[in-house]
């Protein structure tokens, strides 16, 4: 009898003890969020501050960009993630990115019939600076390509392939694995590929090479080119120099939006 | 204080020690005759040291190393003649007006270096705060995951939009809507708005690509982060709007009018390619006057539904109609 009025009892405080442990638990988290939310004001006050002062070297110095970036990187903030956020708000980095996708996108798919969805960065940089024309911003090839890392959220298969100390932009949501990419970035040197250097260079079988080889055809990233001497060259319209200097047509700029 | 870069030989990392600090050795060229003063007449060292108390000499280093690799102040010839000692270099000529120019170019050199390591310095001070901001935040998500169910509906709320406010991703998984915060809500509702028109004119349908281009050329500012739109669009559905976010099993994301039936679609895409004998995706974009992309969607769909089969060569993927399911 006594023991179970001590169990009971024991109980009964137990759950006394957790309930005022929960209740604090949320007071505890109720006073950390007024905190957050003036510290948040402050914070805004010295980002306004910031930019103030600051906001044109921003705008105007691309290494400064890459430096804040990297700091913000590092401290896990991404100052990209929505335009309702305080960077973009108060620096404009948001609308200087969020546009650059839009001019990004532009260029791509006007270009897309030519080189199957895949540019270098180069190509794709000197399109751009074209089209922002002589009075924009300087946009240099690291803001390219943050902005191309954010457009990945699209869900549009935009990719970045390392290839021979450049990047190749990858539009269209083409599979491109391992051996693909292998493949490209040995054909960077020349525009194309055959199968015997793809053999020489990375030793494979015949059959992996060419079938590597066909499904760069059928994505339409690659031409076959029979009449090349030797052996059948593959060539990589991406990679073609030639291209660069060509400017995209006003037809190439109307199929962009059907 | 500012020594050109051209001075410079070479540079090697000195590694801190106990009770020395870490130090880059940068050897430099014997100084120019016409040098500018500073802070000493002469040195019997051909080398300075850059001590770094706290941290930074790593990235000073890669930094240095860079431009020691580019070479840049090479490109500029005009103002290359006054500050190296390269001796008289073959076919550079130095007329006397251009020392004046020189001497503006270097002024205003000085001063954007001043403007960038004040800028440099002010944007450390901030990114110190927004750290501290990073740390609560993650404390208080720590909190919320200990505690699921006693953290009201209003209080994630609110902390969803703190995170939105200063970038940092939501590290609470409980989510109703996705990331999506009031803002996203808002935002939600304004594309219904202004999608309508153009969906209708597309046949119901428009990729995400399309939609993000469509809504920030229209914005003109304060424009719509990529992420903002996918968080949107992840809310139409729940908030009954008639527009809806579908995934196609490629990846590709779209948005549709609810009322749009892709299925439906799919019919009359059987009809145009019988018509035609056989169609590759360019070829039926065109006839119908929809992007490649999502035609491309459309006829892979009526694939998985039966409709057609495909015949894919290295002349393209072409798309039949499916004999096997009609004629058996």
Request: net charge neutral; charged share 25%; hydrophobic share 40%.
């Amino acid at each position: 009898m006594h023991r179970r009025g001590v169990g009971a009892g024991a109980i009964a405080k137990k759950k006394l003890a957790e309930a005022k442990y929960k209740e604090r638990g949320t007071v505890l988290a109720e006073d950390q969020l007024a905190q957050m939310s003036k510290q948040l004001d402050m914070f805004k006050t010295n980002l306004e501050e910031f930019a103030s002062k600051h906001k044109q070297e921003i705008r105007k110095n691309p290494e400064f960009r890459v430096q804040f970036q990297d700091m913000c990187a590092t401290i896990g903030v991404d100052p990209l993630a929505s335009g309702k956020g305080f960077w973009s708000e108060m620096l404009g980095v948001g609308d200087f990115y969020y546009e650059l996708g839009v001019q990004i996108i532009e260029v791509c798919l006007a270009l897309k019939h030519r080189n199957g969805g895949l540019i270098t960065l180069e190509e794709l940089h000197q399109q751009v600076l074209k089209g922002r024309g002589k009075f924009a911003q300087d946009v240099s090839q690291d803001d390219l390509i943050r902005a191309i890392k954010k457009l990945k959220a699209l869900g549009t298969g935009f990719g970045i392939i390392p290839v021979g100390g450049t990047y190749l932009i990858q539009s269209v949501p083409a599979e491109l694995n391992m051996d693909h990419t292998v493949v490209l970035q040995l054909a960077e040197k020349n525009g194309y590929v055959t199968v015997s250097e793809i053999k020489a260079c990375l030793k494979w079988e015949t059959e992996r090479a060419r079938q590597v080889l066909e499904h760069l055809l059928k994505e339409g990233l690659a031409w076959l080119d029979l009449q090349a001497p030797g052996e059948a060259h593959y060539w990589l319209p991406a990679l073609f120099t030639d291209l660069y200097s060509q400017e995209i047509t006003a037809e190439e700029a109307r199929e962009t939006l059907p | 204080m500012a020594i050109p870069l051209s001075q410079i030989v070479f540079i090697e990392e000195q590694a801190a020690g106990i009770g020395k600090s870490a130090k880059i050795v940068v050897h430099l060229h014997t100084a120019p005759p016409n040098k500018e003063p500073g802070p000493f007449q002469s040195s019997k060292n051909s080398y300075i040291k850059l001590s770094f108390k706290e941290h930074g000499q790593i990235e000073f280093y890669r930094r240095l190393s860079e431009e020691m690799t580019q070479r840049r102040w090479e490109n500029v010839p005009v103002s290359q003649s006054l500050q190296t000692n390269r001796g008289p270099q073959p076919g550079r000529i130095r007329a006397v007006g251009i020392v004046g120019i020189e001497r503006k170019l270097e002024e205003k050199r000085k001063e954007t270096d001043k403007n960038i390591s004040e800028a440099f310095e002010d944007l450390s001070k901030l990114m110190i705060k927004a750290k501290e901001m990073v740390e609560l935040s993650k404390s208080i998500a720590n909190k919320i995951k200990d505690k699921q169910g006693d953290i009201t509906e209003d209080e994630t709320i609110r902390f969803k939009s703190y995170l939105l406010s200063m970038g940092i991703a939501n590290p609470v998984t409980r989510e109703t809507y996705g990331s999506g915060t009031q803002y996203h809500m808002q935002l939600a509702r304004q594309l219904a708005g202004i999608l309508q028109v153009p969906l209708e004119e597309r046949g119901g349908i428009m990729s995400l690509t399309e939609v993000y281009c469509l809504v920030n050329r229209a914005r003109g500012m304060e424009l719509l982060s990529p992420e903002d739109l996918v968080n949107a669009c992840k809310m139409l559905e729940a908030l009954k709007l008639p527009l809806r976010l579908r995934v196609f099993d490629s990846g590709v994301m779209v948005i549709e009018l609810q009322s749009h039936k892709e299925e439906e679609m799919v019919a009359s895409a059987l009809e145009t390619v019988s018509e035609k004998g056989s169609l590759t995706s360019e070829e039926f974009a065109k006839l119908v006057g929809m992007s490649v992309l999502l035609a491309k969607e459309r006829l892979l769909l009526a694939e998985k539904m039966g409709h057609l089969c495909r015949d894919d060569s290295v002349e393209g993927l072409r798309f039949y109609p499916n004999l096997f399911m009609t004629q058996s």
